[in-house]
């Protein structure tokens, strides 16, 4: 069966911290995400990833970084997290049909619920 | 950015009615993604459409793909509580060679028993 997980399910941070926000996917994917939600702005791409050590932007990278250092495992880094950022962070995967194609199915993790006091 | 508004953005009805649900853009997308999210969850994907014109049907939903490949509508018929949820679609677009999927705003749908 299909596995996404995140490392916490809930996390409170405080304003200045830096925040680590752990993925690991066990289906051998090529490409993984990492999306904010939050009610009636649907889901925001902050970053992507379509190989080891590779990261692209998203519409929403500011004031994040990433990291994969290993195919299975995307990290996603608030250098200093700000109120702002509370918010649901969701990982996702996929796998690839075409190079340059990101739109195959995507599998999502249970979401991260992040709030930063 | 492309935007994706979805109608309504919040839907509660009856056990055993029917809706309709809309996602709505401007732009042109080379496929369509239906996503449903559960509580606690992440997203699950339903379906994709990919011509325009195009109707697939899962048991009691049926999703349609514009004539024109910018707009997509979900409709449930005989709802039922486990239908509950929150509702996205997605388009697929090419950005500067690579394809991407943006999400649109979400219906959150709630089916009273």
């Known amino acids: 069966d299909v596995k996404v997980t995140q490392s916490s399910r809930y996390l409170v941070k405080r304003t200045g911290e830096k925040v680590f926000l752990e993925c690991v996917q066990d289906?051998?994917?090529?490409?993984m995400f990492w999306y904010r939600q939050d009610p009636g702005l649907g889901l925001r791409l902050i970053y992507f990833?379509?190989?080891?050590?590779?990261?692209e932007k998203g519409d929403i990278p500011e004031g994040y970084s990433v990291s994969r250092e290993k195919k299975e495992r995307f990290s996603l880094i608030l250098e200093s997290a700000s109120t702002n950022q509370t918010s649901m962070y969701l990982c996702?995967?996929?796998?690839?049909?075409?190079?340059?194609?990101?739109?195959?199915?995507?599998?999502f993790g249970p979401g991260t619920r992040l709030t930063v006091l | 950015t492309q935007l994706l508004e979805q109608s309504p953005q919040f839907l509660s009805i009856q056990e055993g009615e029917n809706l309709t649900v809309y996602c709505n853009s401007s732009?042109?997308?080379?496929?369509l993604q239906w996503y449903r999210q559960e509580p606690g969850e992440g997203p699950v994907l339903l379906v994709t459409?990919?011509?325009?014109?195009e109707v697939k049907k899962l048991k009691r939903l049926t999703f349609q793909f514009g004539d024109a490949r910018k707009d997509s509508s979900l409709h449930i018929t005989a709802a039922q509580p486990g239908d509950t949820g929150l509702y996205l679609c997605?388009?697929?677009?090419?950005?500067?060679?690579?394809?991407?999927?943006?999400f649109g705003t979400g219906t959150r749908l709630t089916i009273i028993p």
């Open positions: 996702a995967s996929s796998f690839v049909r075409l190079a340059g194609a990101f739109t195959d199915t995507q599998y």
């Open positions: 289906m051998d994917h090529e490409n």
């Open positions: 990833s379509y190989d080891v050590k590779m990261k």
């Open positions: 732009s042109v997308f080379s496929s």
């Open positions: 459409v990919v011509t325009g014109g």
């Open positions: 997605a388009g697929a677009a090419y950005y500067f060679g690579n394809e991407k999927l943006t």
